[in-house]
């Protein structure tokens, strides 16, 4: 039997290669998996604790099959028997499982407990190899990954005769039984609560638990497009759907919410492809059950008071309601209606009036599509779920029956609703309705039903080419609206529509034509032109006020303008040059007070998009701006002088008195979303950005300097402002340098204050950052303070919280930003001290903030970030271009006298070890080394590979004094002089150990050709340093490396590829030798 690590290695080789397989691979493959079907039918499923052989391992002496008798010592003892109570575990197995990770770790000197954690560890971890190559053979059936027809109906024969078997249900029943507090499940009250994973991590075992059962859920899911659920096996999901869903009234958890879509999508997914695969010589198996049919309609009727599980059972309700229509059309071999049964139509009728009456649109939307763990979920599990939602909501739509329903709560709505709202001003200003009109929204199913289309194609875009259904009900939506509420629902489904071209397209030309009576393009501009005219007259008159702003022209207003937004953005880009010529009325209602921040961000939300219709319209937008919008020095200086004159409303007003006391700053954000998209196409750079320092000053004293302190009603809004605002900073210090000739008329030593007096005109922004920097100021403490709270707290919000990608950007921004201002402030470093200090040496004030920028190579779910990590490590260990005179914080000192280092910051090891940091940054960084080795497609920019930067650190930091990081990440003895290390790879988790599993195996030479170069490079680097040597010769000399002599004889003596048009020819440090 293929153990399932090689199992899983087998399978990614063969399927999810940047290749199609060989035909040795595909050899493997079947074999592999031939091999392993008895594992898969029992799925983790293990033998018991028996008693004799418990009695045989406290004899101590025990035999494994095909192994000479192990004599064991009472350490031995107690660890097995502990394993078997805590995993219920067979004791002989027990003790495979200690010699099995004594052969994977090395256990001599570790303590018992670490050698439990480790044995259970590695358990789980084959449990999770077997667990994803199931999934991952599912997915290359269902999903289409390019592979020969031949090679997938050769595994889809072995995973229907599974599923056909047994596999299901076992999956089902996994999914429930491991949620139990006992040995089988995540332990029971008396088991160690930890492990420690491949990696040497220590994680929670019922975390690991969790992610097991969320991975059965997604094999689940898949397995029900491989073969048919059967009766049994959909009143098994519904009934553990239920008893789950019961459980997030005490814990919201992503990970358990996640477990419960893939339940819920099981029964979607099912009720759909039983239904549309029904075809005259294949019923549909569920229909086809008389009793079952009955029996589950009873089931999916009955209600429950609480309303987290009635809300999922509406959901199975909608999908059970649209697989009734469907198989009751083919069941009257697509008669009339009429002459369906009278039963079917009753159950048909009863479920409408259930899921319309709960509005379980609006329970999809709230409780599942826009939750964090939805959008947080396997992309795989995401993409289906969308195409599964997209297929239930044309089947929905494009029935007689739902139309009829639809039709009914469309009337209702229109009825329920005032026919105009014309709100207070301190509505108009929040931009929001009431908490009564949201509650009475989301109560209306015909608005929810139109946002629910919107969230569905707004994730999927491309399911949007050739659905007629959709557009047909678009012409039924988009008539007779009575009240804004609707329309704005109805505008913003049409805005989701123009999200690719042939939508954009399609639906500029129905708001061009007279498709609607009321709903056009004219009806937006003339709406805009006919407020600008009243607010003007209104100005004219001396002493009047200027006219409300009606809530209901507010929001239909944005509405319109995020349609506009989305069909500029996503037009042909030769046809939308045509579409609208004249963009002026988008800005002349930006600069008067009464008009609600949210509609002024929506209008400069849709003029950014026109920046990419052509270069032309750049300089059109500026000077419209200058005309039209609230002052903030934009463009030259003179102009906006003249307008600052003019006008007391400006952009610090709103953002401070208007917007602060909303706790909303749509305005703030869209502004500096438009400026920095517009300077960011800027080509001239001569002014060094001074016509833009009345912006930046903006961004720098009114945005960013107070953004901690100020309250935010909805928290992405924060961490937008916050991203607007790191954007402008990363502009600048892109597009920009610094030169000799400036630096010593910017700053006078001996006058320190006259920089800060500076006029504001004579200031230039790339300067003032990198001040503010080198001299710990707002910008830099406030960017710090987004990247202290560390990689696990931003791993838990990314993962559980809705701003969390909003988040991730800002922490991805302000790692650029570091990097930029190190590439930079050498420069003036000399120019500026004592009053100024590299940013080297304000980051060593504390060294918390050195140990929070390095531990983000831990942050694994933007490879960008890891990146910036490593290369900030890269940056603090490069050599010096001059000899600096460090005025060092006299924290520091004290350390660093003892290093004699060209490097930027010396002593940075034992900063590390001083922090408590050291050890968790060598399992980092072999983490991430690991996860990149791992990959499958190969990555065409060397400076973007994350395992091409790690190895380069290495490679370059190994001859300088000891410790130096090299030493560190290799796990060399710090305790000790370096040359006396003993290596123990297999002891201790480090990149020393996965670059020698690297090339050992040496897999994947298309994609990880360059790691092996660098790796070998790497280990004859190491070999010829004095004081690593001697360890690295004694390490590779020991029989388990001998694997060196064998690449000598094949890819030691091979010929070196030869020269072509597009690849220059490089020489290996390997072939030098």
Known sequence: ????????????????????????????????????????????????????????????????????????????????????????????DCIGLLVSANQEWGLVGREPLEILRLAAGLWYTERRDLIT???????????????????????????????????????????????????????????????????????????????????LGHCLVLSVLITRMSPKDVKDVFSALRDLAAELNESVAALKLQIVFSLLFSLVIAFMSDALNAVSDKASVLSCDTSFRREFQERVLSTVNDPTIEGFIDCVRFAWTVHLMLTQDGSTARETISGASSSDLANIYSCLELISANNVFQFLLDKVLRTAAYQNDDEDMIYMYNAYMHKLMTCFLSHPLARDKVKEMKEKTMSALSPYVGGSRELRQEGDVNSQQIAQLKSLPFVSLLELVSEIYQKEPELLSGNEVLWTFINFAGEDHTNFQTLVA???????????????????ELLQGKAFRSIGWNTLFDCLSIYEQKFKQSLQSTGALLPEFQEGDAKALVAYLNVLQKVVENGNPIERKKWFPDMEPLFKLLSYENVPPYLKGALRNAITTFIQVSPALKDTIWSYLERYDLPVVVGPLGSSAQQMSTQVYDMRYELNEVEARMEK??????????????????RDVSDRGRRFVGIFRFVYDHVFGPFPQRAYADPSEKW??????????RIILS????????????????????????????????????????????????????????????IHD??????????????????????????????????????????????????????????YVRYDFLPQIQQCSIKIMRILRCDLCQKLGLGIHPSCISILTFFDDSARMVGLVPLLLKANAANSLVEDYAACLELRSEQFQAIENTDDDRGVLILQLLIDNINRPAPNITHLLLKFNLDVSVERTVLQPKYNYSCLKIILDILEKLSRPDVNALLHELGFQLLYELCLDPLTGG????????????????????IGVAPLPKRNNNQTLRISSLHQV
Request: aromatic share 6%; charged share 20%; net charge negative.
């Open 1 to 92: 039997m293929v153990s399932p690590k090689l199992l899983l290695s087998t399978i990614e080789s063969a399927l999810l290669g940047p290749s199609p397989p060989t035909p040795f691979q595909r050899i493997e493959l079947m074999h592999a998996i031939r091999s392993s079907l008895p594992s898969f039918r029992s799925l983790l499923s293990y033998p018991p604790p028996k008693a004799s052989d418990r009695s045989q391992v406290q004899s101590k002496e025990v035999r494994l099959p095909d192994s000479r008798p192990i004599s064991l010592n009472d350490q031995d003892v107690q660890i097995a028997l502990k394993l078997s109570d805590d995993l219920n575990l067979n004791e002989i």
């Open 133 to 215: 190559a199931l999934y991952t053979l599912c997915r290359a059936i269902v999903l289409d990954q390019g592979l020969e027809a031949d090679l997938v109906a050769d595994i889809q024969k072995h995973l229907e005769d599974l599923f056909d078997s047994g596999l299901r249900q076992r999956l089902i029943t996994l999914i429930k039984e491991l949620n139990r507090e006992e040995p089988a499940g995540f332990g029971g009250p008396q088991a160690e609560c930890y492990v420690l994973d491949s990696r040497g991590a220590l994680v929670e075992r019922r975390d690991v638990v969790c992610r097991e059962r969320l991975s």
């Open 1031 to 1050: 360890p690295t010769m004694d390490l590779l000399s020991i029989r388990r490396y001998h694997f060196f002599s064998m690449h000598l004889d094949t």
């Open 798 to 855: 990314r993962t559980s919280q809705i701003y969390g990608q909003h988040l991730e950007k800002a922490v991805h921004l302000a790692l650029e930003i570091i990097i930029l201002v190190l590439g930079k402030d050498l420069v003036v470093a000399d120019f500026w001290r004592p009053l100024y200090q590299p940013l080297d040496v304000i980051l060593l004030q504390d060294h918390n903030q050195i140990v929070a920028l390095l531990e």
């Open 665 to 682: 700053y749509p305005s703030t954000i869209s502004f500096l979303n438009l400026l920095n998209a517009l300077i960011a196409e800027e």
């Open 490 to 508: 109805f505008l913003r489904m049409l805005s989701t529509l123009a999200s690719n071209e042939e939508g954009a397209s399609k639906v500029f």
């Open 735 to 794: 597009m920009y340098d610094v030169k000799d000739d400036d630096i010593d008329s910017v700053v006078d030593p001996s006058q320190p204050s006259t920089v800060a007096q500076a006029p504001l005109e004579m200031q230039l922004p790339i300067l003032e950052l990198l001040k503010d920097f080198m001299s710990s100021k707002t910008v830099f403490r406030n960017i710090m303070a987004i990247l202290l709270p560390g990689v696990t707290s931003i």
């Open 720 to 729: 937008q402002l916050v991203v607007a605002c790191l954007e402008h900073f």
